[in-house]
């Protein structure tokens, strides 16, 4: 597809994202956060405002859980209690992600351990890039837990192979944030490295794989063909519908 594109000149409408079906969107979003992935914990984290809204580590928190002495961070395993109902013959990633959400918002209603992180969660939630933010995550950390289990991502093999190399290299890339930390490199230079690296180790996964390649390029052209504006809507929106079924409330944010 792409290369008749590119051969041809052909112009190619950008399309609503609902027009998709169910599983194309989840390969659209997965490519999507796998592009991003290099970059989306410092990207991220300054479009929020660490007084009032959660930084990445936070939010992973809130997924993930995690058994700390302290009582205020005593947090649900959501991916773990979701995830275990489901294998590779029913997986469907939004209605997933809508589930953990649902039960994540309505239990954060009832916590009364520490205020200021009920506080914190909620400004996160109704700001549009801490909405965003909640997304990102939890589709990481939903990914990762599916990846760790079956060994790959039934429905993103670029977010798959990004993860995997993460994973991989991890030594290098603490070698490279260590830099920063140091003053070796600018964050502009720490960000082209990472993304560097991922790039050289994902062509040296397809050099030899004729369908993963044909795998990625798929996932690549769905997503030039999608209207980045209706995807950021759904992604609002998807979050909002599960807010407002825990809560009961309407929208608090225009997306106008």
Do not use: W
């Given at each position: 597809m792409k290369n008749a594109f590119e051969k041809y000149n052909i112009f190619i409408p950008k399309i609503d994202i609902t027009e998709f079906d169910t599983e194309d969107i989840s390969k659209v979003?997965?490519?999507?956060?796998?592009?991003?992935?290099?970059?989306?914990?410092?990207?991220?984290?300054?479009?929020?405002?660490?007084?009032?809204?959660?930084?990445?580590?936070?939010?992973?928190?809130?997924?993930?859980?995690?058994?700390?002495?302290?009582?205020?961070?005593?947090?649900?395993?959501?991916?773990?209690?979701?995830?275990?109902?489901?294998?590779?013959?029913?997986?469907?990633?939004?209605?997933?992600?809508?589930?953990?959400?649902?039960?994540?918002?309505?239990?954060?209603?009832?916590?009364?351990?520490?205020?200021?992180?009920?506080?914190?969660?909620?400004?996160?939630?109704?700001?549009?890039?801490?909405?965003?933010?909640?997304?990102?995550?939890?589709?990481?950390?939903?990914?990762?837990?599916?990846?760790?289990?079956?060994?790959?991502?039934?429905?993103?093999?670029?977010?798959?192979?990004?993860?995997?190399?993460?994973?991989?290299?991890?030594?290098?890339?603490?070698?490279?944030?260590?830099?920063?930390?140091?003053?070796?490199?600018?964050?502009?230079?720490?960000?082209?490295?990472?993304?560097?690296?991922?790039?050289?180790?994902?062509?040296?996964?397809?050099?030899?794989?004729?369908?993963?390649?044909?795998?990625?390029?798929?996932e690549k052209d769905l997503y030039k063909i999608c209207n980045e504006e209706s995807l950021e809507k759904y992604i609002y929106n998807l979050i909002d519908f599960s807010r407002t079924k825990a809560?009961?409330?309407?929208?608090?944010?225009?997306?106008?």
């Amino acid at each position: 597809m792409k290369n008749a594109f590119e051969k041809y000149n052909i112009f190619i409408p950008k399309i609503d994202i609902t027009e998709f079906d169910t599983e194309d969107i989840s390969k659209v979003l997965t490519y999507k956060i796998g592009k991003i992935i290099p970059i989306v914990l410092k990207d991220l984290d300054d479009n929020i405002n660490a007084n009032n809204q959660f930084n990445v580590q936070r939010i992973s928190l809130i997924f993930k859980g995690k058994n700390d002495k302290r009582e205020t961070h005593k947090m649900k395993n959501y991916i773990k209690e979701h995830m275990d109902k489901y294998d590779e013959n029913n997986f469907d990633l939004l209605r997933i992600l809508k589930d953990i959400l649902e039960n994540i918002v309505h239990d954060m209603l009832y916590y009364n351990k520490d205020t200021l992180r009920k506080n914190e969660f909620f400004n996160t939630l109704n700001n549009l890039n801490g909405a965003k933010y909640i997304f990102v995550v939890g589709v990481i950390c939903i990914e990762e837990y599916f990846l760790e289990k079956y060994g790959y991502i039934k429905n993103g093999k670029y977010l798959e192979l990004v993860l995997k190399i993460k994973k991989e290299l991890r030594k290098e890339i603490r070698g490279i944030y260590k830099g920063l930390k140091e003053g070796i490199y600018t964050e502009t230079e720490i960000n082209s490295m990472f993304r560097a690296l991922i790039k050289t180790r994902i062509k040296s996964y397809i050099e030899d794989d004729e369908a993963l390649e044909k795998e990625l390029e798929f996932e690549k052209d769905l997503y030039k063909i999608c209207n980045e504006e209706s995807l950021e809507k759904y992604i609002y929106n998807l979050i909002d519908f599960s807010r407002t079924k825990a809560t009961s409330q309407p929208r608090l944010f225009s997306l106008s």
